[in-house]
């Protein structure tokens, strides 16, 4: 049976680096952002995850689209989308922000990157919130200008990525501190480059502003890389739930509150500073939480997800599954779970109900901390 494909059109966008990974392997992609996000190549997924884990790789995720606020008010206008204190922020340093809404539900959990106070790059999730900040920006009249500029992300991931990315830009950039970024050269372009990625294994990102310089430093990667032992990937499933890495639309949405997905560090309401929903977070501190995520370890080696599974608790539902795969380091399936309150508790044991090729259809698992590793 033939695989379906994803149709490509201006709407759903393809990204520089296309050409190069669809000559690499690429299987699969997924959407993000109105743009294909490469999401599997030839090697298994264990494969690709033992790879990671010992070696460097080189992904596409252009999908991470960058709201550009700038403007007299684009301070004020980025610290009313956040309850993270950002008063004290520094430039050049990236801050991960929960953004929530009126209700104090999250709409998107970015990475937000100071240029200065008059300028600010949010490198968002999937979801809308260039829209949502242009709400913003217009019901409080703020002079501000918002804009998707052309940057295309490069993602280079796993413990060989600072050999690799030292060999191209020099040891210097070996003195680059995590969630900093600054512009670094390479064949008479700049990139600005992020110690960052959604990957445990360290890593840096590269915001690529000039298409054909992305191309050129992509194709050098791999023109060098063989010694490193380098190969194109994605952002993995395995090794991200193993980290804890959120993901927005799966593992968290719009039911969701920042309390209740472990993000309290991120939300200071002892500050003069505004923003949207204070008020309602302020009584769900107050009030306590009724759901919290958690993650799941299930006494299966396999499973297939294509939306939530309830968890049950003495024929009660008491959660539901979000995310899950098989994990080698546990030889068993793990997970993210929503689980409501009493049962959000280490060694919670639970039993969830799958059609599978054990023709078992009931399993039973237990609830953990996050992350896993």
Same mark, same amino acid.
């Given at each position: 049976?033939?695989?379906?494909?994803?149709?490509?059109?201006?709407?759903?966008?393809?990204?520089?680096?296309?050409?190069?990974?669809?000559?690499?392997?690429?299987?699969?992609?997924?959407?993000?952002?109105?743009?294909?996000?490469?999401?599997?190549?030839?090697?298994? @997924?264990?494969?690709?995850?033992?790879? #990671? =884990?010992?070696?460097?790789?080189? &992904?596409? +995720?252009?999908?991470?689209?960058?709201?550009?606020?700038?403007?007299?008010?684009?301070?004020?206008?980025?610290?009313?989308?956040?309850?993270?204190?950002?008063?004290?922020?520094?430039?050049?340093?990236?801050?991960?922000?929960?953004?929530?809404?009126?209700?104090?539900? @999250?709409?998107?959990?970015?990475?937000? #990157? =100071?240029?200065?106070?008059?300028? &600010?790059? +949010?490198?968002?999730?999937?979801?809308?919130?260039?829209?949502?900040?242009?709400?913003?920006?217009?019901?409080?009249?703020?002079?501000?200008?918002?804009?998707?500029?052309?940057?295309?992300?490069?993602?280079?991931?796993?413990?060989?990525?600072?050999?690799?990315?030292s060999r191209v830009f020099g040891k210097e950039i070996l003195d680059l501190k995590f969630y900093n970024f600054k512009y670094y050269d390479f064949n008479g372009s700049s990139y600005l480059v992020a110690r960052s990625g959604w990957s445990k294994q360290g890593g840096f990102e590269i915001y690529v502003e000039d298409d054909d310089a992305g191309l050129k430093l992509y194709d050098e990667f791999f023109k060098i890389g063989d010694e490193f032992k380098v190969k194109p990937g994605c952002p993995h499933l395995i090794e991200r739930i193993e980290s804890g890495l959120l993901s927005y639309g799966n593992d968290i949405d719009l039911n969701d509150n920042p309390f209740e997905c472990g993000f309290d560090k991120f939300v200071d309401l002892d500050n003069e500073f505004n923003f949207l929903g204070k008020e309602k977070l302020k009584k769900i501190k107050q009030n306590g939480i009724s759901k919290k995520l958690m993650g799941a370890i299930i006494d299966i080696k396999e499973i297939q997800m294509t939306g939530s599974l309830s968890l049950f608790f003495d024929n009660k539902v008491i959660g539901e599954l979000r995310s899950a795969v098989y994990s080698p380091t546990f030889d068993k399936v793990i997970g993210i779970a929503m689980i409501d309150k009493p049962y959000f508790k280490v060694d919670q044991e639970f039993e969830i109900n799958l059609i599978d090729k054990s023709n078992k259809n009931i399993h039973k698992g237990k609830i953990c901390e996050l992350p896993f590793v």
């Open positions: 049976m033939n695989s379906p494909t994803v149709a490509k059109s201006r709407r759903l966008r393809s990204t520089i680096y296309s050409s190069r990974i669809e000559k690499q392997g690429l299987k699969s992609y997924t959407v993000y952002n109105h743009m294909l996000l490469p999401a599997g190549f030839s090697d298994s @997924l264990e494969e690709s995850y033992y790879h #990671l =884990k010992e070696h460097v790789q080189v &992904w596409d +995720v252009a999908a991470e689209r960058q709201i550009q606020i700038t403007g007299k008010d684009a301070s004020e206008l980025i610290q009313l989308m956040t309850p993270r204190n950002l008063s004290k922020s520094i430039e050049g340093k990236c801050y991960y922000c929960p953004i929530v809404d009126d209700n104090g539900f @999250l709409i998107n959990d970015p990475v937000i #990157l =100071k240029f200065n106070d008059s300028k &600010w790059w +949010v490198s968002i999730a999937d979801s809308d919130l260039l829209l949502f900040a242009k709400g913003l920006a217009i019901g409080k009249n703020f002079d501000v200008n918002i804009s998707e500029p052309n940057v295309n992300i490069m993602a280079v991931q796993g413990p060989k990525s600072f050999s690799l990315m």
